[in-house]
Structures are given as C-alpha cells and as structure tokens.
C-alpha cells in the first residue's frame, strides 16, 4: 500500500475541534471485552515497534475501563490511521507480573493500557 | 579549526565509540546465525523503549529545568504533526525506537527529538542530507566567529 498521494494534512483536519483519539470515535465497531473480563495479553510479534510491554505478555488481568477508540500503535506509526481498535485498561496483580515480587506486597496491581488486538479472553 | 585538530577530534570520536556497545559483556561483531538464539534475537530486534522490567541500578533524581533549545525543539515537533510531516505515535517511533538502543539510552531526552525531527525532514524529502550538513556547517562557523570575539 503506497501513500504517496496521501493528504499529509489529513490527521490535522480530522482531529481539529476534536482533538485525538476523540476524532476516532464510533469507527472501532462494538468491542469484545466489557469491563470485568478476564484478559490475557498476547504474545504477537514485537518487531519495528510496538507499545505492549514485554513484561505483560503471556499474563492475566482484569478489565477495568474501555478507555478511547484509536488506532492501535503499531498502525499509526506508519500514519496508517484508518483501521481504528477499542483501547482498554488492564489491571494486573503485580505479583502475576513478578514473580519476585513480595507477599507483604500481595495486594499491589499495575494498570495500562492495550489496544485490541492484544487481548484474548483468560 | 585547524587541520590538526580536526583529525585529533575525528580520532577522539573513533575511541569513544567503543565506550558505546551495549554492556552484553562478549564480543558483538557481526557474529554468525547460530550464536543468536531466539532470546537473544527478541531482545536485539524488539522496540527499545519497552524498558520497564530490566534489572538495573537505582539511577539518581534530579529536578531540572527545561532549557530553551529544549522548549524550541519540543515546539518544533509539535509544528511539525500540524503541518502534518509526521503525527506522535510516528514521532515516538522514531525517537524511541528507531534511534537505537545505544543512542536511546545515551543521548539526553531531547536530543533525542531534535535528532528525529531533523532525519524525518531528510527521509521525507523536505530538505536534503546535504542542504542540512551545509546549513549546520554554517551555523557552527557563524557560531565560533561570534565566540572568538
């Protein structure tokens, strides 16, 4: 897919008087997860670039908020900005993160935020 | 600048660049295909801004105040998503991540956007490599008249 044509203003035109991600509202369609599921976060290829973390991959946390509609990372760093994704806040008990993480510490979580496509249901 | 001291720097540069390799503490030489296992790949191919959870040392905290050519070059940027030259997931990419690991973690945060928006003016075609050189020699010899008086 060649962009040479595109309109290098597009994005600015979008988001005015809107602001961004709020531009991308209404064109992700109906989102999988609700708040309350149980979430794992997938292991996908993390070439190029990427804003899920590697510390996340592979664990189970809760939904806690559908934040925005945007395109996810991975897309709008090329400008590829017309296939938007939910966004969710995920919590985690940080001691699913670490595994050296202390006992006296068992009710700390860690909250962040995935698009989409790196979720599946736990 | 003399002759002799442009080498002497260009032989300063070629030194400290061994300061700069990673601290993986083998030799780092184009190795062959079978000395990259599949961790070892992952964490040269993966984005190097993904960086919480690394073991390391407490780093020390200071306050700091922004300084201009700081607040120019953050202006900078932001003019440049306006003008639609790149947006800031783009911006983050390559300040973060395409830079490299050795320059991510050494050069100051802001020099780290400076560099960026400069290559994305290049890459895009707005300025040539040459225009740029050009224009930054200039300035340095603008810069060291000024100076010397």
Sequence with gaps: MSKSQHDRTHHAKKATRKGDPQCFKGEAGPAKFKVGDRVRI????????????????????????????SPAP??????????????????????????????????????????ERWLEKA | MSLLSTREDAMRFIRAIGYLQPAVHKPQHAP???????????????????????????????????????????????????????NAEERRRRQNVEIGLTSYLGLPYYGRWLLSAALVLV???????????????????????????
């Design chain 2, 32 to 86: 062959y295909p079978d000395e990259i296992d599949h961790t070892l790949f992952r964490a040269y191919t993966r984005s190097v801004h993904d960086i919480g959870g690394e073991p390391d040392v407490p780093i020390r905290w200071e306050e700091k105040e922004e300084e201009q050519w700081e607040a120019n070059t953050f202006a900078t940027c932001e003019c440049l998503a306006w003008r639609g030259v790149w």
């Design chain 1, 42 to 69: 997938k292991d996908l290829p993390d070439i190029f670039y990427t804003r899920c973390q590697i510390y996340t991959r592979g664990a189970t946390g809760t939904v806690v908020a559908l934040v925005y509609e």
């Design chain 2, 123 to 149: 890459d895009k075609q707005y300025v040539t490599l040459t225009e740029l050189v050009n224009k930054i020699d200039e300035v340095k010899k603008r810069h060291e008249q000024k100076s010397a008086r």
């Design chain 1, 74 to 115: 991975e897309d709008e760093a090329w400008d590829n900005t017309d296939k938007p994704e939910w966004f969710y806040s995920v919590k985690f008990r940080q001691k699913d993160l670490w595994p050296e993480y202390h006992d006296v510490y068992a009710n700390d979580t860690l909250e962040t935020e995935f698009s």
